[in-house]
């Protein structure tokens, strides 16, 4: 039996997973300043683009289920920063606006890209690169719910 493969240095999910959570916590220190968790803020950021969308679409966008969303809406709500109110057309869909302190966020919100970029040691070009490339994956992801052992 060849357990090479059992080795976490040959595993690809364990350098995503700790990149991931090293990136994130580098988010911290400048996220502390807005009062935002890095997910509130990934949340912003759609609602920055988009203004309003439905919690079914937010979740599209950021990879999360409506069990994670509804309690960061919830605080993103008691923030001031948007106002959840179910469609009038379906009252099954609960539709997320930004307010105007949300948008007034954005103008320090907007500075943290360019220090965070200074914590990356990739060039652009490897930046895109490894951009393009986890999209990749995030979108092509499917193994399909089967497990054999």
Not at 21 to 31: A, D, I, Q, S
Not at 68 to 95: A, I, M, W
Request: proline share 3%; with cysteine.
């Amino acid at each position: 039996m060849n357990t090479e493969i059992l080795k976490l240095k040959n595993q690809l999910c364990f350098p995503l997973y700790a990149a991931a959570k090293e990136v994130v916590n580098r988010y911290k220190p400048f996220l502390k300043k807005i009062d935002l968790t890095y997910t509130q803020y990934i949340a912003m950021m759609v609602l920055w683009e988009y203004k309003s969308i439905g919690v079914k679409d937010l979740g599209k966008h950021l990879y999360l289920d409506s069990g994670t969303l509804t309690p960061l809406l919830k605080r993103l709500e008691g923030k001031g920063l948007v106002r959840r109110e179910r469609s009038t057309e379906d009252e099954r869909t609960v539709n997320i606006t930004i307010t105007d302190t949300g948008e007034k966020l954005k103008e320090e919100a907007v500075l943290i890209p360019a220090q965070i970029a200074k914590c990356m040691p990739l060039s652009m070009e490897e930046a895109s690169t490894l951009y393009k490339l986890l999209y990749k994956l995030l979108k092509k992801m499917d193994c399909g719910d089967e497990v054999v052992f």
